[in-house]
């Protein structure tokens, strides 16, 4: 019965995982407060350089774990071509075959498959996967206590470029990335409206010709005036949305 309950933790953590929950009440019910997760330093994807210890990505708690989580899924939306993201949501799923996982007293050793479903539908140019192991261990209340991926990764970063034709870009997934120095024009808004800027990179006041100290708490329709043409800002927004 404890091997059982193990094994649905470990698969409703894939399918957390494969679905991008940043639920904490969620995540709570699977993983130890002072859980730990172990992964391949990941160029292809943002983290906390400060989570680098001995060649490996160290990630603490149940908020480490999330915001894991986010980066992957902010990752998996990014495959391939960039004027067909956004439109459909790129599914992934996890497979660990059971016949292939070993579980000694608290300890779970595994196989597993992570493989996007639908990237070519959503506009990739091939589907994308890794496979890899992966060791668990759980507490007495049958919680993750420590997780430890183990995959291939120069393997998976070259199918990126080849999912998306193009070199593969990491996606700004948080403001310290997006702060950093980018030759991307890269502006950063509130989430909710009016979408007031809070932050705007050299390169797009290059392009633009307004300052961060003239932008900050405005709009984007700063970039609007009277001399704007409303019927080929229109025609753009209309060749946005047929993706030409």
């Known amino acids: 019965e404890k091997q059982d309950t193990r094994r649905e933790v470990l698969q409703s953590m894939f399918i957390y995982r494969a679905n991008g929950v940043v639920s904490r009440d969620k ?13 391949p330093i990941t160029p292809y994807r943002y983290f906390n350089g400060c989570e680098v210890t001995n060649n490996s990505r160290i990630v603490h708690g149940i908020e480490g774990m999330i915001n894991d989580t986010a980066s992957l899924q902010v990752m998996v939306q990014s495959i391939g071509r960039k004027n067909r993201r956004g439109l459909n949501k790129v599914q992934v799923s996890y497979y660990s075959p ?24 959503c506009g990739a140019l091939s589907e994308c996967f890794k496979m890899g192991m992966l060791k668990a261990t759980f507490n007495d209340e049958n919680k993750l206590a420590t997780l430890e991926f183990t995959f291939d990764v120069m393997s998976f970063m070259q199918q990126l470029p080849r999912a998306s034709g193009h070199d593969y870009e990491v996606v700004p997934n948080s403001l310290a990335m997006v702060w950093q ?64």
């Open 181 to 244: 120095p980018s030759n991307e024009a890269r502006v950063v808004t509130s989430a909710e409206p009016p979408y007031r800027i809070e932050h705007a990179n050299e390169a797009w006041s290059q392009i633009t010709g307004y300052s961060q100290v003239q932008v900050e708490g405005r709009t984007l329709s700063i970039l609007q005036g009277h001399e704007t043409e409303r019927d080929k800002v229109e025609k753009f927004m209309m060749d946005v949305q047929a993706n030409r």
């Open 27 to 39: 995540w709570s019910r699977l993983l130890d407060e002072r859980f730990v997760l172990t992964l």
């Open 98 to 121: 059971p016949e292939e996982t070993m579980i000694m007293q608290n300890v779970l050793m595994c196989r597993w498959m992570m493989k996007t479903e639908n990237a070519v539908e």
